[in-house]
């Protein structure tokens, strides 16, 4: 039966290999003929002159019709005070197209260097044709030229272009067709959008060595309401083109959605999503990616050799200078006294940028891409583990960069606390500052109680995303009398509190821990506990 | 769990030596009915929890919401709703509504700023007078000054007689292909 089954995988492979051999011999056949014709066309057009096409001037050059030029987009300067100007800018990459007007057939195709320049060669030469370059990049990808497929387009897939008038190229020489996408058009926005992401990707590819064949495909649209976000279930960045908040000429807005590409593309991104405000604090998971995104957009700007790459800029869209929404950035930070915490997405943006300074991109790139995805819950918490996993820490000890935003991946001054013959006693009304670390790390405190009395035992100020899980134990610290995990029921509160009334005088023990059950996500954390 | 009258059928016609086998199976089947369930449920869950999750761009902390509490009776009076919520302890905000010119406030308070209460919804409400049933935009501008020292801005817009509009393109866009969609601007 083995044997019948090989023989039939045999049959397949023979198949298979006649199959490849006969495309093999196809293509040589094409290629032979496409030879041969070319040949044949250079032998009767060759002493064609350049002859002109409309406005177009043509150069004879050895027999050839071609057409070439430069594609550039209307780009809009700014600074963390908005808008500040216009300028041009070179269309890098983008897929370029002669079109024939009369049915519009694409009859040849080519991609724009890093300068915007293109040149193609028309066999047969052909008249009424148009040159058009789209916001896409799949002609250098799919020639192997490129390794990023990146596409803007509109809420129906529809990429955008920019079109020449249409000529005829139907003699020998060289046409020059030179294509502008101006900001009053409509069209310098997503050509705009495929700017920001070419320097994103870009900037992978250098880093990380290669890219992803995945396409990295943006939509953008003049009205488009639906908000500016990345979308990890379809694998697509939108962006919002509102009158009020129009962001395709929002760079660092474009770049931090493309952080969450990459992110989801190359790393892991456990964020549970929703609205987030940049003080505001939450899931640690959330503050991670929204941290991360920002973060890595300014390390795009930053390798491009932008200006100001440490502002996140959002603005209106608005016409003219200024415009501005907000922005803030991620050095010192701003808002410096709210961005604490590995829960504040500030925070984190803040804490790897000024690893970044310290020790540059490739030791915050290898724990993204090399320790991360064996995480559970991605959070600052694992970044930081993954640092030292990864042997980063000879580089640099974050240690102080982290402490600087509040974040306490550290012993509390209590320890050894570790158990209950550990247990330091504590007076009934003060507050004592924990942190749970390192991973698994208990905090034991002891209290005198009279029977009779009722006590209330408590966490307070959690802080880093702490969940903590209280235990009281007897006077002989090993039978337990009560538990709480959250304070609230809901579970939306993560502090824990346990009200008890002692039946007997004597010295009790608490056991303080990072909640470690199922849907647990912190680790670590810092907190203050409390009897009285 | 269900079982169809076949099923039973089958079951019922079982000999007692066999029932208890078919006891057993049929406890099985249950079980792997479950984890099937649980495994279709959990899959379903992890599919709507995947849709759900979107990441969002960071947003000022600051929420503005504005609507319309009456559509005006053309020529008359529009009642708007601007809701505040700052969601942070800040110096001051400022917020004015910009109208069109042929648009008149009755009542309500044009520029107004102050303090107002971290995580509290404020409603500011304005009476505004319509002539005609034109399209009328109208910008509230919000400004909110942090404890820090920065200031974030937010701005809205409502439609007073807003129309249908149709899938307006650009002056210079000239086609969309049939294979694939292709949006043509003039780029000379």
Redesign the interface.
């Known amino acids: 039966m083995q044997d019948a089954r090989c023989k039939k995988v045999q049959g397949s492979r023979l198949k298979g290999d006649f199959f490849q051999l006969s495309a093999f011999s196809f293509q040589l056949f094409s290629c032979l003929l496409s030879l041969v014709s070319c040949l044949f066309f250079f032998a009767s057009c060759g002493s064609g002159g350049g002859g002109s096409s409309g406005s177009t001037s043509t150069t004879p050059i050895s027999g050839k019709t071609t057409v070439s030029g430069a ?1 550039q987009f209307e780009d809009r300067t700014f600074d963390s005070t908005g808008f500040t100007g216009t300028q041009n800018k070179a269309v890098r990459y983008a897929d370029i197209e002669i079109v024939n007007s009369s049915n ?1 057939s694409v009859i040849a195709s080519t991609s724009t260097d890093v300068n915007g320049n293109y040149s193609i060669t028309l066999s047969p030469p052909s008249s009424n044709v148009y040159v ?3 916001t896409s990049t799949s002609v250098g990808f799919s020639k192997g030229t490129k390794s990023y497929n990146i596409e803007i ?2 809420g ?10 249409v000529f005829s190229a139907a003699s020998v020489g060289t046409y020059s ?5 101006s900001l009053v ?3 310098g926005g997503p050509f705009n959008i495929l700017d920001a992401l070419v320097d994103g990707a870009e900037f992978v590819a250098i880093k990380n060595g290669s890219f992803t064949s995945s396409k990295v495909k943006a939509v953008w649209y003049d ?1 488009n309401t639906d ?7 379809t694998n697509e960045i939108k962006f919002l083109g509102k ?3 129009n ?1 395709c000429y929002d760079d660092m ?1 474009i770049l ?2 493309f952080g ?1 590409w990459v992110s989801n593309n190359f790393s892991k ?1 456990n ?10 604090h939450y899931d640690i998971r959330l503050a991670w ?2 941290g991360w ?2 973060f890595f957009g300014s390390s795009i700007r930053s390798y491009a050799g932008y200006s100001n790459s440490e502002y ?1 800029i ?1 603005t ?1 869209g608005g016409s003219g200078n200024g415009n ?3 922005s ?1 950035e991620i050095k010192t930070p ?5 961005a604490t915490g590995s829960d504040n ?1 500030l925070s984190v943006s803040s804490v790897l940028w000024n690893i970044f300074l310290s020790a540059g991109f490739s030791g915050v790139w290898d724990v993204s891409k090399n320790y991360l995805p064996s995480a559970v819950e991605v959070s600052l918490e694992d970044f930081w583990d993954g640092w030292f996993v990864r042997g980063q820490g000879i580089t640099l000890n974050p240690y102080s960069i982290f402490s600087a935003r509040s974040i306490e991946y550290s012993s509390d001054s209590y320890e050894s606390d570790n158990n209950r013959s550990q247990a330091k006693t504590v007076t009934l009304g003060t507050s004592y500052h924990h942190t749970y670390y390192p991973l698994g790390d208990e905090d034991w405190i002891s209290f005198s109680a009279t029977s009779g009395i009722t006590y209330t035992i408590e966490t307070l100020n959690l802080t880093n995303g702490a969940d903590t899980h209280l235990f009281l134990y007897n006077t002989d610290g090993a039978t337990l009398i009560t538990s709480n995990d959250d304070r609230s029921l809901s579970g939306t509160d993560k502090s824990s509190l346990i009200t008890w009334t002692a039946t007997a005088t004597g010295t009790y023990y608490v056991r303080s821990k990072a909640y470690s059950d199922s849907g647990a996500i912190s680790t670590y954390g810092s907190y203050n506990l409390r009897v009285q | 769990m269900f079982y169809s009258e076949k099923t039973k059928g089958i079951i019922k016609m079982q000999d007692a030596r066999c029932k208890k086998a078919q006891s057993s199976r049929l406890k099985a089947q249950r079980g792997l009915l479950s984890v099937f369930s649980f495994q279709l449920s959990a899959c379903f869950l992890l599919l709507i929890s995947c849709f759900l999750f979107i990441a969002s761009k960071p947003i000022p902390p600051i929420e503005v919401i504005i609507g319309l509490s009456k559509q005006p009776v053309v020529p008359g009076i529009a009642i708007v709703n601007l809701k505040v919520i700052p969601l942070v302890e800040h110096s001051n905000i400022d917020i004015q509504i910009e109208l069109p010119e042929k648009l008149r406030l009755v009542s309500g308070i044009k520029k107004w700023n102050g303090i107002l209460e971290a995580d509290k919804t404020e409603t500011f409400q304005y009476q505004i007078y319509v002539p005609d049933s034109k399209t009328y935009e109208l910008k509230a501008v919000i400004i909110l000054r942090m404890i820090t020292g920065e200031t974030v801005r937010r701005e809205e817009t409502l439609e007073i007689n807003p129309v249908a509009k149709k899938n307006e393109y650009k002056k210079n866009h000239i086609k969309e292909g049939k294979d694939r969609g292709v949006i043509e601007f003039k780029g000379e």
Not at chain 1, 156 to 165: A, C, E, K, N, R
């Open positions: 594609v519009s058009r370059c789209l387009v509109n129906s897939s529809s990429v955008y272009s920019v079109v020449s008038d067709k030179n294509l502008t996408a058009s409509g069209a009205g908000g500016t976000y990345y979308s990890p279930a009158s009020t908040d962001d807005v931090h959605e969450h991104d964020s549970p999503g929703g609205t987030h405000t940049i003080t505001g990616s929204e995104a920002t996140y959002d209106t501005l929404l907000f803030y701003s808002y410096s006294s709210l997405e």
